[in-house]
């Protein structure tokens, strides 16, 4: 799969810049959103060719929002990796459950990040 665009999801702009700085040495376009209903809307509206995403967020987590893209035909086919402090067994189940691609736990080493991009 080549990867070209990739959006980042997540609340916290510490974590947000931690993955947008892991990302960057990938040279695709990062598109940032900082909770679920713009992450699930701006799938919708740019298309990226895979989603980093936080889980727990206000308002829409990131498995509502997963959900919610597995259900839409026009995001579906999008692939989904969970990064999160969540990072128990039962996480990585229910996220495997949902449709998640994988989950990579906070904090995260850069070679994580990209490693799970290359298995794509």
């Known amino acids: 799969m080549s990867i070209q665009k990739i ?3 997540d609340d916290s702009q510490t974590d947000l810049m931690n993955l947008k700085n892991a990302l960057q040495i990938t ?3 990062l598109i940032t959103a900082s909770n679920g209903e713009e992450a699930v809307q701006k799938a919708k509206s740019e298309q990226p060719d ?3 995403l936080d889980i727990m967020m206000p308002g829409m987590d990131g498995y509502a929002a997963l959900r919610t893209l597995r259900d839409d035909p026009e995001t579906k086919h999008i692939p989904v990796i969970f990064v999160s402090s969540k990072h128990q067994k039962a996480d990585r189940v229910w996220a495997q459950m949902q449709g998640a691609k994988g989950l990579i736990s906070k904090p995260f080493e850069t070679k994580e990040i990209t490693d799970k991009l290359r298995m794509l």
């Open 7 to 9: 959006l980042i999801c």
């Open 27 to 29: 040279n695709c376009t």
């Open 50 to 52: 895979v989603i980093f």
